[in-house]
């Protein structure tokens, strides 16, 4: 059974980018290698041919596991979101209360997560500390640090 995954356009754009350049690109890099290995001879002691033989394979199982991975997302669409509340696709201004320092995230779903871009995995103990919320409200968010209180300052898309 395959489990259904939530993702961007953008999200699901880069997947089936990798897809097609592991199918037009390195799939064929990987048979012409194992070409190569066999006109070189006795298969049985060569070192070569297997190590392209399990490249491949390897490569054949990623293949398999983007397309499926491909064939259960659904996209999520942000027009039916409300904007009063902190959910996924939500651009959070944040104030940590102990500092005062601001920050602003995006929510997203877990593979498309990148911290440097400002983009917090739903499933973050702090995104998850946020879900639900509304702009005003404080959450309390444990870190491995400690304890984290922060206030919703903006909710947007």
């Known amino acids: 059974m395959s489990d259904i995954r939530y993702y961007t356009e953008e999200g699901l754009q880069k997947l089936k980018n990798e ?19 066999r006109d070189k001879g006795d ?12 490249a491949q394979g390897m490569l ?20 039916k979101l409300d904007n009063s509340k902190v959910l996924i696709l939500s651009k959070v201004r944040l104030r ?17 997560a990148d911290l440097k871009s400002g983009k917090l995995s739903v499933n ?3 995104a998850k500390g946020l879900l639900g919320k509304s702009v005003g ?12 209180i922060f ?3 903006e909710i947007s898309r």
């Not at 940590?96 to 498309?112: D, F, G, R, T």
């Open 60 to 79: 054949e199982l990623k293949i398999s596991k983007l397309q499926e991975m491909i064939s259960n997302v659904r996209i999520i669409d942000e027009s």
């Open 151 to 153: 206030e919703i300052l």
């Open 96 to 112: 940590n209360l102990q500092n005062n320092a601001e920050m602003s995230y995006v929510l997203v779903p877990e593979k498309e």
């Open 19 to 37: 897809l097609e350049q592991l199918m037009m690109i390195e799939r064929p890099s990987i048979s012409k290698q194992i070409a190569e290995a």
């Open 137 to 148: 409200e404080q959450a309390q968010i444990s870190v491995p640090a400690g304890n984290i």
């Open 124 to 126: 973050s103990p702090i």
């Open 43 to 54: 298969l049985s002691e060569n070192a070569e041919y297997d190590a392209a033989k399990n």
